[in-house]
């Protein structure tokens, strides 16, 4: 059983430094200043907003995500996160989740059973999923059609339908007469964005998506009936610029943000340089266990499983926060090596955030075996992922509350 997983209220009140490790430490001021960034946005242009939970996968962050209920929609990627957010639907804050992976015949009875409690849409981006939806119709005797989002692929070339392909109109005509699934809307997620460098950059990804999600929805005009079509556009680089959206929809659609990283961000979301490293909500806390100076490095109690194997132009697999010139450049299962690894990603940062260490510093004098690091983090929907209990603490670096994520499938 993991040690936090039982132990983690006790440390309520306690500094960061006193936490076993590793632990993930959540700073609430920066989660709440990034959340209330977006909610801000998305409230002066007037459009609508479904969080994506897969990052930090909690309650208390999805109600964050919310607005306390001011939005009533989130995407989630696993059946887990959905029956978790259901305390969000009992407080009601919450209405409606779209399951965010094309449809599978696994996950379709637990999310007719979860219809019970809200309202369930289901992503397509196959005519065979539709096949999927009458054989279950079929055998559960449902009559109930799924609103369903039609998936986009807008360049990412992970999941959706391009919409120059020939199999985009025979899959909306399809859904159109099927009586097992309606069309909800169009939905494209950029995650090709995170390779953006500038706001222009960013920007040309967002009218992007704007342009793949509503040029798919006009192959509907002319279609069953008055109705409003949802595009639902977004990853967390292009939320990041959703301020400079221009242009007006089309009559009879509505347009939907999405993102999910946001509340957290990471090294992979600084290096698009659309955040601030002080805008890094998620760090972890490590021991330094052994220092070799022949090497220049050091081992530290944090490996692949504590920090994830995902990489950003910042150097190595985390870095660490007051000294981000040394970083974690290899790992095993549960040790991590620093090493110094210097870049021009780690100048910015250092610029940003000053550095207590120099050109040329001897490991022996930056760590000593008994140190505590903190480390930033590459991705944090992976590395949260691998945590049972998330240590939220405040602008002190005091613990002030524990929050449990929703794990597993
Ligand atoms: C379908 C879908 N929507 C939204 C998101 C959120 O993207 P981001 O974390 O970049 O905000 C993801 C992330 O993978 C996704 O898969």
């Known amino acids: ?31 709440e200043r990034n959340t209330q960034i977006l909610l801000d946005d998305v409230k002066r242009l007037g459009i609508t907003f479904r969080p994506h939970v897969k990052t930090l996968k909690c309650t208390e962050v999805t109600r964050m995500m919310l607005g306390d209920g001011e939005h009533r929609q989130i995407v989630a990627s696993t059946i ?4 978790g957010a259901l305390d969000l639907v009992k ?28 309202k369930i ?26 609103p369903v989002f039609i998936k986009i692929d807008v360049g990412s070339k992970r999941a ?65 009936s ?26 009879g659609m509505e347009l939907e943000l999405h993102a999910g990283n946001y509340p957290a961000n990471d090294l992979q979301q600084v290096a698009t340089s659309l955040v601030e490293p002080t805008q890094q909500a998620v760090r972890i806390l490590a021991d330094v266990c052994s220092i070799y100076p022949e090497r220049n490095e050091a081992l530290i109690n944090a490996g692949t499983v504590a920090l994830s194997k995902e990489t950003s132009e910042f150097p190595g697999y985390a870095v660490v926060t007051d000294r981000p010139q040394w970083s974690v450049v290899r790992m095993a299962q549960e040790h991590g090596i620093l090493g110094w690894a210097d870049s021009n990603q780690t100048s910015r940062f250092v610029e940003k955030v000053g550095s207590k260490s120099s050109e040329g510093e001897k490991i022996e004098s930056a760590f000593t075996v008994g140190d505590k690091v903190l480390l930033y983090i590459q991705h944090a929907c992976i590395t949260a992922a691998m945590h049972f209990a998330y240590y939220v ?15 597993g499938w």
């Open 393 to 407: 603490v405040d602008g002190d670096d005091i613990v002030r509350e524990t929050w449990i994520p929703w794990k």
């Open 121 to 146: 849409i289901l992503m397509i981006d196959s005519e065979q999923q539709i096949d999927l939806l009458d054989s279950f119709a079929s055998k559960s005797s449902s009559t109930v059609a799924w």
């Open 1 to 31: 059983m993991d040690y936090s997983l039982q132990n983690h209220a006790s440390y309520i009140g306690r500094p960061v430094s006193e936490l076993p490790t590793p632990s993930l430490i959540l700073s609430k001021p920066v989660l």
């Open 226 to 251: 008055e109705r409003k079509i949802v595009v639902s556009v977004g990853s967390t680089p292009t939320a990041h610029v959703v301020r400079r959206l221009q242009g007006v929809l089309p009559e």
């Open 160 to 224: 959706g339908m391009v919409n120059d392909s020939p199999s985009l109109p025979k899959l909306i005509q399809r859904i159109e007469s099927s009586s097992s699934a309606s069309v909800h809307g169009f939905y494209c997620h950029a995650g090709h964005s995170y390779a953006c460098r500038t706001e222009d950059a960013a920007t040309a990804v967002l009218q992007t998506e704007v342009e793949g999600v509503v040029s798919a929805a006009r192959f509907l005009v002319g279609g069953k």
């Open 80 to 83: 887990s996160e959905i029956r």
């Open 91 to 118: 407080e009601g804050k919450l209405d409606e989740c779209l399951y965010g992976l094309p449809i599978s015949a696994s996950a379709l009875p637990h999310l007719q059973d979860l219809t019970k409690s809200l």
